[in-house]
C-alpha cells in the first residue's frame, strides 16, 4: 500500500494591525543647550543666571581700527588690553557677566580697586607734540556718585624738560569733570589748564555713555553724555573758537602709568581712546541689519520622516521679530542644495515637509530703536518617524527533501521594496548558517514565496518574515509569527509539483 504523505506546513493567520507613528520631540537649546548650533552672524548664546541658556543678537562692539590706542571691552576676565599698546599691569577689578552695556562683560570697581596700565610702545599720551584731534568714550554705571570717585587718570611727575602734567576724569557734583593741566600747548610752548564740567546730572545704578573729543582744527573739547552735547570748551588763549589753537603735547615715551577706576565705585565698559576726532559716535545696541543662524542638520532617523511644527520659546520685545525656514531631505548631499522654506511657528507642515535631515534657519531683528533684541530659549522640533512596513500576516513552511519551501502574504505598503527571511534551529533565535542561500537573514526581493535549499533533513528549522522599505537606508519591519518545518528524504520534494 502507498502510503499518502500529508503536508506537515506550518500557517499562521494574524489580524492586521495598522502601524501609527508616534510623535517624536527634538530639543535645541533651553538646559540642553545650543549645540545643534552652525553657522551664524551677529548672533551669541548668552548663559542664563538660572541655568540654560538663550540666543540673541550680539551687541554692536566698538572694535579696532587703525586709530584705536586703547581699547578695554572687559569681555573676558584676564583683562587684556586689546590693541597690543598697554600692559596691564595692576588689576583688582573684576569682569562680570550679569550686567554689562555692550558685549560679555563689565569691568567691576570698588573704592578700593583700579586698573593700572603701562605703555608698550608710543601712545596717545607718551607721543610729545600731537596736532591730530583724540576721542574718549566708554560706558559708565556708577553706584554711589561719591564725590571725587576716579574714572581715570595719567599723572606725569615734572621733569627737567616737562612740568607736572595731568588729564583725568572725576566725579563731582553727580557729573562728569573733565581735567588737563598743561596738557595743551600753544604758541612758543605756552601750556594752559582746561576744565570742563558736564551739565547733565547723572544718576546712580543707570548706564551712560560718555565721549570727550578734540577736533584740532577749531582747539574745540565737547563733552557728549549719550550722544548729545553736554559741555564745550576750547583749547585756544580765549578758551572760545579762534584762529590759535593749542595742541595736545606731552614728555616723549614716559614711563608713566595710565589708572582706571582710582576711587570709583561701579561698573565701566569699552573704555576705548582714539587718535582722532570721532564725528559718529554709535550708540545702538544691536545693528538694525540683524542676525542669522542655522542648525547643523538634525538627524530624523528614518527616511521620509515628517517634520510636524516647530515650537520656539522666545520673548520678542517691542517690534522685534524672528523669522523662521526650513528645508529637509533624505541625504546629507541633498539638504544642501534645497531651497529655504518660510515657516510659521506652531503650525502643522501636514505631509509635505519630509526627510531623514531637517535643517531650521532663523533670522532676528531688533526693535525699531536697535535697543532690544529677540531671545530664543528653546526651539521644540516635532516631527513623526516614519513607521516600518507591517510584516506579512501570512506565513505558510512547506518541508520538503533537504528544503523548505516559505509563502507568505503580500504586504499592501507601497513602500515595501522587499523582505527578509530568517531562520534557525530555536524559536526567536534566527541564527541559521547551513543553507545554500546564505545565513539568515535572506533578502529577496518582491516576492512572497522562497525555496530554502541545503538544508539538513532532520532537523527542525524556525523561519520569520520581515518587509523592508525602499528608502536609501530600508527600514525593516517586525518580524512575522514563526513558522517551523523538519526537512526529509520521505518528501520527496512533492510540494514542487504541487506548487507549479
Known amino acids: 500500500m502507498k502510503k499518502e504523505t500529508a503536508l506537515l506546513g506550518t500557517a499562521l493567520f494574524l489580524l492586521s494591525v495598522p502601524l501609527f507613528s508616534i510623535e517624536s520631540l527634538l530639543r535645541i537649546g533651553g538646559m540642553e543647550g545650543f549645540r545643534s548650533l552652525g553657522t551664524s552672524a551677529g548672533v551669541r548664546v548668552r548663559s542664563l543666571p538660572e541655568g540654560g541658556s538663550e540666543l540673541t543678537l550680539r551687541d554692536v562692539q566698538q572694535g579696532l581700527e587703525a586709530s584705536t590706542d586703547l581699547y578695554l571691552s572687559f569681555d573676558s576676565p584676564s583683562l587684556e588690553e586689546a590693541t597690543g599698546n598697554w600692559i596691564v599691569q595692576t ?12 558685549g560679555n562683560g563689565s569691568g567691576a570697581f570698588f573704592p578700593e580697586s583700579r586698573l593700572q596700565l603701562l605703555p608698550r610702545r608710543d601712545t596717545f ?32 611727575p615734572p621733569s627737567r624738560r616737562q612740568e607736572y602734567q595731568e588729564v583725568s576724569c572725576r566725579i563731582s557734583g553727580r557729573t562728569l569733570v573733565w581735567s588737563f593741566v598743561n596738557f595743551f600747548q600753544g604758541p612758543q610752548g605756552k601750556r594752559i589748564d582746561i576744565s570742563l564740567r558736564g551739565t547733565t546730572p547723572l544718576v546712580p545704578r543707570e548706564w551712560r555713555h560718555h565721549t570727550l573729543r578734540y577736533d584740532a582744527s577749531t582747539g574745540m573739547l565737547e563733552y557728549l553724555l549719550d550722544g548729545e552735547p553736554d559741555g564745550v570748551v576750547y583749547a585756544t588763549p580765549s578758551g572760545r573758537e579762534e584762529h ?32 582722532r576726532y570721532r564725528e559718529s559716535i554709535p550708540l545702538k545696541r544691536y545693528s538694525s541689519e540683524g542676525g542669522w543662524f542655522e542648525t547643523i542638520p538634525l538627524d530624523l532617523g528614518y527616511h521620509d520622516s515628517r517634520f510636524i511644527k516647530l515650537s520656539p520659546r522666545q520673548t520678542l520685545p517691542g517690534t522685534s521679530a524672528v523669522f523662521y525656514y526650513y528645508r529637509t531631505a533624505n541625504s546629507l548631499p541633498e539638504l544642501g542644495k534645497q531651497e529655504w522654506i518660510p515657516l510659521e511657528p506652531e503650525k502643522d507642515l501636514g505631509t509635505k515637509a519630509r526627510g531623514r535631515f531637517l535643517q531650521l534657519r532663523a533670522e532676528l531683528y531688533p526693535d525699531g530703536s536697535s535697543s532690544h533684541s529677540p531671545r530664543i530659549s528653546e526651539l521644540l522640533v516635532s516631527y513623526e518617524p516614519k513607521a516600518p512596513p507591517p510584516p506579512p500576516t501570512y506565513v505558510q513552511a512547506i ?37 545554500s542561500l546564505g545565513p539568515s537573514p535572506l533578502k529577496v526581493g518582491n516576492q512572497t514565496e522562497l525555496l530554502v535549499t541545503g538544508l539538513t533533513n532532520g532537523k527542525l528549522y524556525y523561519f520569520s518574515i520581515s518587509a523592508y522599505d525602499s528608502s536609501e537606508d530600508p527600514l525593516s519591519s517586525r518580524l512575522s509569527a514563526t513558522v517551523n518545518a523538519r526537512p526529509s528524504r520521505i518528501y520527496r520534494n512533492e510540494h514542487r509539483n504541487k506548487s507549479e
Open 244 to 275: 590759535t589753537v593749542f595742541y595736545p603735547s606731552t614728555e616723549r615715551n614716559p614711563h608713566v602709568p595710565f589708572l582706571i577706576g582710582e576711587g570709583y565705585n561701579g561698573l565701566l565698559d569699552e573704555f576705548t581712546i582714539f587718535r
Open 91 to 102: 588689576s583688582t577689578a573684576q569682569v562680570v557677566e550679569t550686567h554689562r552695556a555692550r
Open 125 to 156: 599720551l607718551s607721543s610729545g607734540l600731537f596736532e591730530g584731534g583724540f576721542t574718549i568714550q566708554f560706558w559708565l554705571y556708577p553706584t554711589t556718585l561719591g564725590e571725587g570717585e576716579g574714572v581715570f587718570v595719567y599723572r606725569k
Open 399 to 435: 518541508p520538503g527533501d533537504g528544503e523548505v519551501l516559505l509563502r507568505w502574504s503580500k504586504v499592501s505598503d507601497l513602500s515595501v521594496k522587499g523582505y527578509f527571511v530568517y531562520y534557525g534551529w530555536e524559536p526567536g533565535v534566527f541564527k541559521g548558517n547551513d543553507s
